[in-house]
C-alpha cells in the first residue's frame, strides 16, 4: 500500500547542482527517519544523507557541506539538495522511510523508493 516515489534526477556537469524529491503515498499513520542511499556501478550502497523528524541531519563525509537533506512533513516529502557535484556522485539514488503502516498494532517498516539516476558528467 505504501509507494516512495523519487523525482529530480538527470544529467548535469560537474560543479552544478540537481535537487531531488521523495513522496511517500499510501496508507501512512506516521513516518519516523527519511533519507537518502546511494549505489553506484560496481559498488555497495551506502549512506547519504538521513533526517528524523526531529533533530539534525547526518551525512556521509563525501557529501558534507555540499548536499542538504530536508523534509516537508505536511507532504509526507523528503528532499535532497545537491551542490558542487562531482563526477563520484555519480550513482542511482534511492529514498527511504520508517513509515508506520498501522498505528493500533505499532507495526512500522522500512520503505524503498525504485531510485532516480544522477549523473554528473566533466
Known amino acids: 500500500q505504501v509507494q516512495l516515489v523519487e523525482s529530480g534526477g538527470g544529467l548535469v556537469q560537474a560543479g552544478g547542482s540537481l535537487r531531488l524529491s521523495c513522496a511517500a503515498s499510501?496508507?501512512?499513520?506516521?513516518?519516523?527517519?527519511m533519507g537518502w542511499y546511494r549505489q553506484a556501478p560496481g559498488k555497495q550502497r551506502e549512506l547519504v544523507a538521513t533526517?528524523?523528524?526531529?533533530?539534525?541531519?547526518i551525512y556521509a563525509d563525501s557529501v558534507k557541506d555540499r548536499f542538504t537533506v530536508s523534509r516537508d512533513n505536511t507532504k509526507n516529502t523528503v528532499y535532497l539538495q545537491m551542490n558542487s557535484l562531482k563526477p563520484e556522485d555519480t550513482a542511482v539514488y534511492y529514498c527511504?522511510?520508517?513509515?508506520?503502516?498501522?498505528?493500533?498494532?505499532?507495526?512500522?517498516?522500512?520503505?524503498w523508493g525504485q531510485g532516480t539516476q544522477v549523473t554528473v558528467s566533466s
Open positions: 527511504t522511510a520508517e513509515i508506520e503502516i498501522n498505528g493500533a498494532v505499532r507495526l512500522w517498516r522500512t520503505y
Open positions: 499510501g496508507i501512512i499513520f506516521s513516518i519516523n527517519g
Open positions: 533526517i528524523p523528524k526531529s533533530g539534525n541531519q
